[in-house]
């Protein structure tokens, strides 16, 4: 009965007491739906609009900058790569028509300004130079016998002079004799005629080397221009040698012996050897700043990781808005790719201190830098 009694108080005792809180495990909260989530926590979806906000704006300002610097950069320094390298292509054509006889050159050759190029055939040219100079030849001598009519002419006129003065001399003597009486007439009548007789014979004399000397002055002249188409026909010889008319390479060799070579058609091109340059299309709104005499940089796509130093040479003053088969304006595509470009002018450039060891091509591309 007394134990009983003791386990009736003890759970007495229980039911009393409050429950312990274990310190390591804390009682879970009780899940009511009802109860609302606390303010500072933010639901998943606003964070990740937040997050997406803040993208936008960083590209956005991003993007913003880069215009802002690409704009600001054209008041420090303008590049395109729209550039590439040139020289003088000089076509050498003959000036005479025939026959080509040689070619002394091969594609792709280097020559010295004077090398001998190809040969005409000079055969038709020296006929006719030989023909020439033989009637040159015939007309030198027909001067010789005019000058020496010319002397005999003026032998007789010479003599017709001296006759004239005897006989004149002689009528001034014989007149005041005469009028004394102590010559006759008659006799003074004779001496006037051969006086008469002799100024006829001067003035025949006088006519004679007058003519002489027309004869000599027209034969002269049909020397002269003997001796002018000589010189033609000799020039005409000396351009059957097509010589080269500056340093440089041969390139797109076609000429072959026997080809006819016509007047002034170009037979061979040749690349100038001291005529490098670069052009460089910049757009419209950058070569206010340039001047010439300005320092640029020039990157050659065939010596690339290599910047070269070059100067302004150059800025067009203008530049042609249609494309024209003969023209004296350039011409500069303003679009690719169906993409309408601004307006570009064309900026020569030319390298300084160049290297032996750099080789330019003509029409090979470039780069450039131009520092204002």
Same mark, same amino acid.
């Given at each position: 009965?007394?134990?009983? &009694?003791?386990?009736?108080?003890?759970?007495?005792?229980?039911?009393?007491?409050?429950?312990?809180?274990?310190?390591?495990?804390? #009682?879970?909260?009780?899940?009511? #739906?009802?109860?609302?989530?606390? #303010?500072?926590?933010?639901?998943?979806?606003?964070?990740?609009?937040?997050?997406?906000?803040?993208?936008?704006?960083?590209?956005?300002? *991003?993007?913003?900058?880069?215009?802002?610097?690409?704009? *600001?950069?054209?008041?420090?320094?303008?590049?395109?790569?729209?550039?590439?390298?040139?020289?003088?292509?000089?076509?050498?054509?003959?000036? @005479?028509?025939?026959? /080509?006889?040689?070619?002394? @050159? @091969?594609?792709?050759?280097?020559?010295?300004?004077?090398?001998?190029? *190809?040969?005409?055939?000079?055969?038709?040219?020296?006929?006719?130079?030989?023909?020439?100079?033989?009637?040159?030849?015939?007309?030198?001598?027909?001067?010789?016998?005019?000058?020496? =009519?010319?002397? #005999?002419?003026?032998?007789?006129?010479?003599?017709?002079?001296?006759?004239?003065?005897?006989?004149?001399?002689?009528?001034?003597?014989?007149?005041?004799?005469?009028?004394?009486?102590?010559?006759?007439?008659?006799?003074?009548?004779?001496?006037?005629?051969?006086?008469?007789?002799?100024?006829? =014979?001067?003035?025949?004399?006088?006519?004679? /080397? *007058?003519?002489?000397? %027309?004869?000599?002055?027209?034969?002269?002249? =049909?020397?002269?221009? +003997?001796?002018?188409?000589?010189?033609?026909?000799?020039?005409?010889?000396? %351009?059957?040698?097509?010589?080269?008319?500056?340093?440089? =390479?041969?390139? %797109?060799?076609?000429?072959?012996?026997?080809?006819?070579?016509?007047?002034?058609?170009?037979? /061979?091109?040749?690349?100038?050897?001291?005529?490098?340059?670069?052009?460089?299309?910049?757009?419209?709104?950058?070569?206010?700043?340039?001047? @010439?005499? &300005?320092?640029?940089?020039?990157?050659?796509?065939?010596?690339?990781?290599?910047?070269?130093?070059?100067?302004?040479?150059?800025?067009?003053?203008? /530049?042609?808005?249609?494309?024209?088969?003969?023209?004296?304006?350039?011409?500069?595509?303003?679009?690719?790719?169906? +993409?309408?470009?601004?307006?570009?002018?064309?900026?020569?450039?030319?390298?300084?201190?160049?290297?032996?060891?750099?080789?330019?091509?003509?029409?090979?591309?470039?780069?450039?830098?131009?520092?204002?």
């Amino acid at each position: 009965m007394a134990e009983q &009694d003791t386990i009736i108080a003890l759970s007495a005792e229980a039911r009393t007491r409050p429950p312990s809180i274990d310190p390591v495990s804390p #009682a879970p909260l009780p899940k009511d #739906a009802d109860t609302p989530a606390p #303010a500072s926590v933010a639901p998943p979806q606003q964070a990740e609009a937040t997050g997406y906000r803040r993208r936008v704006l960083l590209v956005l300002s *991003a993007v913003l900058i880069a215009l802002l610097a690409y704009w *600001a950069s054209s008041y420090f320094f303008a590049y395109t790569n729209d550039a590439y390298v040139t020289s003088d292509f000089v076509s050498v054509a003959p000036y @005479v028509s025939g026959r /080509i006889a040689s070619v002394n @050159v @091969v594609d792709n050759q280097t020559v010295k300004e004077g090398d001998l190029l *190809a040969t005409i055939d000079p055969t038709p040219f020296q006929l006719a130079l030989n023909e020439k100079q033989a009637k040159k030849t015939e007309a030198e001598a027909q001067l010789a016998v005019d000058r020496d =009519t010319i002397t #005999a002419a003026q032998a007789q006129r010479d003599d017709a002079a001296a006759k004239l003065r005897l006989a004149s001399d002689n009528v001034r003597r014989a007149t005041p004799i005469t009028t004394a009486g102590f010559y006759s007439r008659q006799g003074l009548d004779t001496l006037t005629a051969k006086e008469q007789e002799a100024k006829a =014979t001067l003035a025949d004399g006088e006519a004679a /080397i *007058a003519k002489a000397q %027309q004869t000599l002055t027209l034969h002269q002249a =049909t020397v002269a221009a +003997i001796d002018t188409e000589i010189a033609y026909l000799q020039w005409q010889l000396d %351009q059957t040698k097509l010589l080269a008319p500056a340093d440089g =390479t041969i390139t %797109q060799l076609t000429l072959r012996v026997g080809d006819q070579a016509k007047e002034n058609a170009p037979l /061979i091109g040749l690349i100038d050897a001291h005529a490098w340059r670069i052009y460089a299309n910049y757009k419209e709104g950058v070569i206010r700043h340039m001047q @010439v005499g &300005d320092t640029a940089w020039v990157w050659l796509d065939m010596y690339p990781w290599h910047v070269h130093r070059s100067t302004i040479q150059g800025i067009a003053r203008g /530049i042609s808005r249609e494309q024209r088969e003969r023209k004296l304006l350039p011409y500069v595509e303003p679009t690719t790719d169906w +993409i309408r470009l601004e307006r570009r002018f064309p900026v020569t450039l030319v390298l300084q201190d160049q290297s032996p060891d750099v080789v330019l091509h003509m029409g090979s591309d470039a780069r450039a830098f131009i520092f204002y």
